[in-house]
């Protein structure tokens, strides 16, 4: 009987073979193969819906002709499917060449081609009857009180294998382990809601021993219930102009909107004007755009292990390696892949991704960190004297140039004369993205730094959403705007 | 592709055999074959096709259920009786679900339709000939969509859809824009050169220096398409039932009594008008209609087939999602919105909207697209990139001076994982007070 079990490394390479040979003939050519198997299970009030296996199997051909690219993308991975395939990619490889935007396939690779092999190869994520006892575990751990109504407790895994081929001989494997996980309490109290959530995107096996160093833990479900009760209690987090202490769980909303967005090579090239948006940065402000206070240092880390968005190499091919992308506020480079930065005269950078092989690749933020200063915590808390303390986004909202920004979070606390005092709801803060960054003052030692990460950055025509890794110390800001909430 | 009545007759033969005693299986079968032209600055950026056709097995013994998805081909029936197997093992380590609910009303039926077959090709070609002086860009969509469900128990369900669509826009030097959106069949035959002269005559207005109005309240006119904004963020969840009786609807206060909009404000899903498939993933067949907000006050919400269990009611709804949201029109003559206006914003498009506080449903979203600065009637300005934060319990009620008559037909044009359904229907609407914070 066959299984359904995904028959890994030689059957990927074997179809990527198979439509290599049926490009005999193209000069430049590209292959992906991609196999994704994910188990989701999520209870929610006692109840555990009906767990969701799922399976993407596909193959991306592309092909240039005379530096033009056409794409074929098919789940059908018969040989008549992939035949149908390679003709698809070349039929649009052909189509009005005079009217393409430029920049075709990389150049052939000279550099060795690393692998990306899971480092957790020998770790067994939890079986489906552990998951679910685990999730229950945690659910029931959160009903503390009758006005929590809600309860969710939620556990995927995905493991990704991706083979590349190109027509230089180039011949690359990467597979990953990815896990989803989170909690979340609302609390309904007579004038509304509040809810309070913990999640963690990482690379990694799901083993009740990893979650647990990630804070699955009861007594974590539990804090969350009584923290959205207390919410509920909780005075409006006043409106007026305080600095600001942002906690790394809320960093990584920051970083990803004010920093990742704005430097993605192919939003300042303008390709992503009519969906995601632009960007205020222009390519003449590499090298001489000071971003932020000296006290900025932002580093693209494709190799943080165990970060969200951790690889050998991208999806054309280019080996990955860190770099800052700012420095002491410096703007130094952007967020481009080989063809964007071709087609901008800049160097690249290994962050050219597509969310599965049904889309072509385009640039991504991958993992973008910030590095830790020195000031602990407390340190940080005791040098403001109004302010407010924010974790966990709750609202995020930017306009198409990254520049006008509002963000919410689940709680705050206020601070005063140095000392942290009470809960606060709703609170809000906005701002403009370089002022913003100019006003960082004070940057978290390494005991307040975490890894994190996003799993659903929305970007693309067609739409793609991926991955990505986040991680950064607590970070304080000077004199920020911040408001409550009621109409 | 563009038919999977095949596939779905045959999978409606093969289920039964395949499920032993207790046991129900239901197949869901989406495919689509789309031709993509990603443009920028009147080029082609990214040009290909895309194949795919994938299962979604559920099985359920009756007290409970699990799911596995995958892509299948040619030999997809082959593929079955091992993912089957797989979901056995799963299925004995499952929990009774006290929510499962798959339909039980077996029956055949086939709907919907693909538009007059187009050629990207040739079209784009007029398209990028007439733009070549233009800074346009975005994304053209051509291809055939179908949906499909059968069951063990006997359904053999289809819907066909697909068409060819344009979501673009074009730019001036100083980033300013207006949006170009067509789709087929809803908006007739394409012709690029009238599409593009008449956004070339919307980018003149968009000259000039841009205005920027300091913080504060102003009176405005939301076009159809910044209203969509407005509203897609608040009705993600908020008319759930399963959101609303567990706390994650921002129109709690609509639900409770003690918030409403203006009586003039109703609101309906009209899934009757829309390209999505009549039945749910689980089979049920669902309304045409639902009133949802009845002169300003609430109406039913949302109930899809696990609310309907947990919380009561009939099923009306696939996920509490509305996919057809349709907004009834007013008085106002949209060519007397800017004399209705008089001195304030004309806010065409707005963006990236998200709940501030979702407890008085308060949204706050960018401009962009279309956006002036109008006094006497007259655009005066365009405007710079503003903020606004305003709840709609007040944009929609006691602020609310008026709904434009012609309403605006808005088509889903996501495409994430898949090619979207769905589109609302709307008015503009004028109001006495929206607040600019930044």
Same mark, same amino acid.
């Given at each position: 009987m066959n299984t359904p079990q995904t028959r890994y490394g030689n059957d990927l390479e074997a179809i990527a073979r198979r439509a290599r040979d049926l490009l005999a003939g193209t000069a430049r050519w590209r292959i992906l193969v991609e196999q994704t198997d994910t188990l989701g299970c999520l209870v929610r009030r006692g109840v555990l819906q009906p767990p969701e296996r799922s399976a993407r199997r596909a193959v991306l051909i592309t092909v240039e002709e005379q530096g033009a690219l056409g794409y074929g993308a098919t789940t059908d991975l018969s040989a008549d499917g992939l035949a149908q395939a390679v003709e698809r990619a070349r039929r649009m490889a052909a189509v009005l060449p005079a009217r393409r935007l430029g920049a075709g396939l990389p150049a052939d690779a000279t550099d060795p081609v690393p692998a990306f092999v899971e480092p957790w190869a020998d770790h067994v994520d939890m079986t489906l009857a552990e998951r679910i006892e685990w999730l229950h575990d945690l659910e029931i751990a959160m009903a503390i009180d009758d006005r929590i109504h809600s309860r969710i407790a939620l556990l995927e895994t995905t493991?990704? =294998?991706?083979?590349?081929?190109?027509?230089?001989?180039? #011949?690359?494997?990467?597979?990953?382990?990815?896990?989803?996980?989170?909690?979340?309490?609302?609390?309904?109290?007579?004038?509304?809601?509040?809810?309070?959530?913990? #999640?963690?995107?990482?690379?990694?096996?799901?083993?009740? =021993?990893?979650?647990?160093?990630?804070?699955? *833990?009861?007594?974590?479900?539990?804090?969350?219930?009584?923290?959205?009760?207390?919410?509920?209690?909780?005075?409006?987090?006043?409106t007026g102009t305080r600095d600001l202490i942002l906690l790394p769980e809320q960093m990584t909303l920051q970083i990803h909107e004010s920093i990742g967005h704005p430097l993605e090579l192919d939003r300042i090239l303008g390709d992503e004007r009519n969906y995601a948006g632009w960007s205020f940065v222009r390519p003449e402000d590499f090298g001489t755009l000071q971003y932020g206070s000296p006290q900025l240092n932002v580093l693209f880390a494709p190799d943080e292990q165990g970060e969200f968005a951790s690889y050998a190499c991208d999806d054309e091919g280019l080996p990955a390696r860190r770099t800052h992308l700012i420095r002491g506020g410096l703007l130094e480079r952007p967020l481009g892949g080989a063809r964007s930065a071709a087609r901008a005269g800049l160097e690249p950078v290994a962050c050219t991704r597509a969310t599965s092989a049904l889309r072509p690749p385009i640039d991504r933020m991958a993992n973008l960190n910030i590095a830790p200063g020195e000031q602990s915590l407390g340190e940080l808390i005791g040098g403001v004297e109004h302010g407010v303390l924010l974790g966990q986004n709750r609202s995020w909202s930017i306009d198409q140039r990254r520049e006008k920004?509002?963000?919410?979070?689940?709680?705050?606390?206020?601070? =005063?004369?140095? #000392?942290?005092?009470?809960?606060?709801?709703?609170?809000?803060?906005?701002?403009?993205?370089?002022?913003?960054?100019?006003?960082?003052?004070?940057?978290?030692?390494?005991? *307040?730094?975490?890894?994190?990460?996003?799993?659903?950055?929305?970007?693309? #025509?067609?739409?793609?959403s991926i991955g990505v890794g986040h991680a950064s110390p607590a970070c304080r800001f000077r004199g920020i705007e911040v408001f409550g909430g009621a109409a | 592709?563009?038919?999977?009545?095949?596939?779905?007759?045959?999978?409606?033969?093969?289920?039964?055999?395949?499920?032993?005693?207790? $046991?129900?299986?239901?197949?869901?079968?989406?495919?689509?074959?789309?031709?993509?032209?990603?443009?920028?600055?009147?080029?082609? &950026?990214?040009?290909?096709?895309?194949?795919?056709? +994938?299962?979604t097995l559920t099985l359920s013994d009756g007290r409970a259920a699990v799911k596995d998805t995958w892509d299948i081909d040619a030999g997809a029936l082959d593929t079955l009786a091992p993912r089957i197997e797989r979901l056995r093992g799963d299925l004995a380590a499952t929990p009774d679900d006290p929510y499962l609910s798959l339909d039980a009303s077996p029956r055949t039926a086939h709907s919907g339709q693909l538009s007059a077959a187009r050629d990207l090709e040739p079209w784009l070609e007029a398209l990028l000939a007439n733009a070549a002086d233009d800074d346009l860009v975005g994304i053209a969509l051509s291809g055939p969509q179908g949906f499909g469900l059968a069951s063990s128990l006997g359904h053999a369900l289809s819907h066909r859809s697909g068409g060819l669509s344009l979501d673009a826009s074009l730019f001036t030097p100083t980033h300013q824009a207006v949006?170009?959106?067509?789709?087929a069949p809803?908006?007739?035959?394409?012709?690029?050169?009238?599409?593009?002269?008449?956004?070339?005559?919307?980018?003149?207005?968009l000259g000039g220096e841009p205005y920027?109005?300091?913080?504060?309240?102003? +009176?405005?006119?939301?076009?159809?398409?910044?209203?969509? $904004?407005?509203?897609?963020?608040?009705?993600?969840?908020?008319?759930?039932?399963?959101?609303? $009786?567990?706390?994650?609807?921002p129109l709690d206060r609509l639900f409770r009594g003690t918030a409403g909009f203006a009586p003039n404000v109703r609101l309906r899903e009209l899934r009757e008008d829309s390209n999505a498939p009549p039945f749910g993933a689980a089979g049920h067949a669902l309304p045409g209609?639902?009133?949802?907000?009845?002169?300003?006050?609430?109406?039913?919400?949302?109930?899809?087939?696990?609310?309907?269990? $947990?919380?009561?009611?009939?099923? &009306?709804?696939?996920s509490g999602m509305p996919i057809a949201l349709t907004l009834d029109g007013g008085d106002l003559a949209e060519a007397d919105a800017l004399a209705a206006l008089g001195t304030g914003l004309y806010l065409g498009r707005l963006w990236y909207a998200n709940l501030s506080d979702p407890t008085h449903c308060r949204v706050t979203a960018m401009t962009r697209y279309d956006c002036f600065w109008v006094e006497d009637g007259r655009i005066r300005a365009p405007l710079a990139p503003m903020r606004i934060d305003a709840s709609l319990y007040s944009l929609l009620g006691p602020d609310l001076i008026a709904l434009s008559r012609e309403r605006h037909r808005l088509e889903d044009t996501s495409s994430y994982e898949r090619r979207a359904s769905g589109h609302q229907l709307l008015p503009g609407a004028l109001c006495a007070a929206l607040p600019v914070t930044l």
């Amino acid at each position: 009987m066959n299984t359904p079990q995904t028959r890994y490394g030689n059957d990927l390479e074997a179809i990527a073979r198979r439509a290599r040979d049926l490009l005999a003939g193209t000069a430049r050519w590209r292959i992906l193969v991609e196999q994704t198997d994910t188990l989701g299970c999520l209870v929610r009030r006692g109840v555990l819906q009906p767990p969701e296996r799922s399976a993407r199997r596909a193959v991306l051909i592309t092909v240039e002709e005379q530096g033009a690219l056409g794409y074929g993308a098919t789940t059908d991975l018969s040989a008549d499917g992939l035949a149908q395939a390679v003709e698809r990619a070349r039929r649009m490889a052909a189509v009005l060449p005079a009217r393409r935007l430029g920049a075709g396939l990389p150049a052939d690779a000279t550099d060795p081609v690393p692998a990306f092999v899971e480092p957790w190869a020998d770790h067994v994520d939890m079986t489906l009857a552990e998951r679910i006892e685990w999730l229950h575990d945690l659910e029931i751990a959160m009903a503390i009180d009758d006005r929590i109504h809600s309860r969710i407790a939620l556990l995927e895994t995905t493991r990704r =294998e991706r083979v590349l081929l190109d027509q230089s001989g180039r #011949e690359q494997r990467q597979i990953w382990r990815l896990c989803q996980a989170g909690l979340r309490a609302v609390a309904v109290g007579a004038d509304g809601s509040q809810w309070r959530s913990h #999640e963690h995107s990482f690379q990694g096996p799901a083993t009740p =021993e990893q979650l647990a160093a990630l804070d699955f *833990t009861r007594e974590r479900a539990a804090a969350l219930s009584r923290d959205a009760l207390a919410l509920l209690d909780a005075p409006e987090c006043p409106t007026g102009t305080r600095d600001l202490i942002l906690l790394p769980e809320q960093m990584t909303l920051q970083i990803h909107e004010s920093i990742g967005h704005p430097l993605e090579l192919d939003r300042i090239l303008g390709d992503e004007r009519n969906y995601a948006g632009w960007s205020f940065v222009r390519p003449e402000d590499f090298g001489t755009l000071q971003y932020g206070s000296p006290q900025l240092n932002v580093l693209f880390a494709p190799d943080e292990q165990g970060e969200f968005a951790s690889y050998a190499c991208d999806d054309e091919g280019l080996p990955a390696r860190r770099t800052h992308l700012i420095r002491g506020g410096l703007l130094e480079r952007p967020l481009g892949g080989a063809r964007s930065a071709a087609r901008a005269g800049l160097e690249p950078v290994a962050c050219t991704r597509a969310t599965s092989a049904l889309r072509p690749p385009i640039d991504r933020m991958a993992n973008l960190n910030i590095a830790p200063g020195e000031q602990s915590l407390g340190e940080l808390i005791g040098g403001v004297e109004h302010g407010v303390l924010l974790g966990q986004n709750r609202s995020w909202s930017i306009d198409q140039r990254r520049e006008k920004f509002q963000f919410g979070c689940e709680w705050g606390r206020l601070i =005063e004369d140095g #000392e942290l005092q009470g809960l606060v709801r709703n609170p809000n803060y906005r701002g403009r993205t370089l002022p913003f960054w100019h006003s960082l003052d004070g940057v978290g030692s390494a005991d *307040t730094f975490q890894v994190l990460g996003l799993g659903n950055c929305g970007k693309g #025509e067609p739409n793609q959403s991926i991955g990505v890794g986040h991680a950064s110390p607590a970070c304080r800001f000077r004199g920020i705007e911040v408001f409550g909430g009621a109409a | 592709m563009n038919d999977l009545q095949p596939l779905i007759h045959a999978l409606a033969e093969r289920l039964p055999a395949l499920a032993s005693d207790g $046991e129900t299986l239901f197949a869901y079968v989406y495919g689509e074959q789309t031709d993509f032209a990603r443009l920028s600055r009147s080029r082609i &950026n990214q040009l290909g096709h895309i194949h795919q056709r +994938r299962l979604t097995l559920t099985l359920s013994d009756g007290r409970a259920a699990v799911k596995d998805t995958w892509d299948i081909d040619a030999g997809a029936l082959d593929t079955l009786a091992p993912r089957i197997e797989r979901l056995r093992g799963d299925l004995a380590a499952t929990p009774d679900d006290p929510y499962l609910s798959l339909d039980a009303s077996p029956r055949t039926a086939h709907s919907g339709q693909l538009s007059a077959a187009r050629d990207l090709e040739p079209w784009l070609e007029a398209l990028l000939a007439n733009a070549a002086d233009d800074d346009l860009v975005g994304i053209a969509l051509s291809g055939p969509q179908g949906f499909g469900l059968a069951s063990s128990l006997g359904h053999a369900l289809s819907h066909r859809s697909g068409g060819l669509s344009l979501d673009a826009s074009l730019f001036t030097p100083t980033h300013q824009a207006v949006k170009i959106e067509w789709s087929a069949p809803a908006d007739g035959p394409a012709d690029p050169a009238a599409a593009l002269a008449q956004a070339r005559e919307r980018l003149a207005l968009l000259g000039g220096e841009p205005y920027a109005p300091a913080p504060g309240r102003y +009176r405005a006119y939301l076009a159809p398409e910044a209203l969509t $904004e407005l509203l897609g963020v608040t009705v993600w969840q908020g008319f759930s039932r399963q959101a609303v $009786e567990s706390g994650n609807s921002p129109l709690d206060r609509l639900f409770r009594g003690t918030a409403g909009f203006a009586p003039n404000v109703r609101l309906r899903e009209l899934r009757e008008d829309s390209n999505a498939p009549p039945f749910g993933a689980a089979g049920h067949a669902l309304p045409g209609a639902v009133d949802l907000v009845i002169d300003g006050r609430a109406g039913d919400t949302l109930v899809s087939p696990r609310a309907a269990l $947990e919380y009561g009611g009939t099923i &009306n709804s696939d996920s509490g999602m509305p996919i057809a949201l349709t907004l009834d029109g007013g008085d106002l003559a949209e060519a007397d919105a800017l004399a209705a206006l008089g001195t304030g914003l004309y806010l065409g498009r707005l963006w990236y909207a998200n709940l501030s506080d979702p407890t008085h449903c308060r949204v706050t979203a960018m401009t962009r697209y279309d956006c002036f600065w109008v006094e006497d009637g007259r655009i005066r300005a365009p405007l710079a990139p503003m903020r606004i934060d305003a709840s709609l319990y007040s944009l929609l009620g006691p602020d609310l001076i008026a709904l434009s008559r012609e309403r605006h037909r808005l088509e889903d044009t996501s495409s994430y994982e898949r090619r979207a359904s769905g589109h609302q229907l709307l008015p503009g609407a004028l109001c006495a007070a929206l607040p600019v914070t930044l």
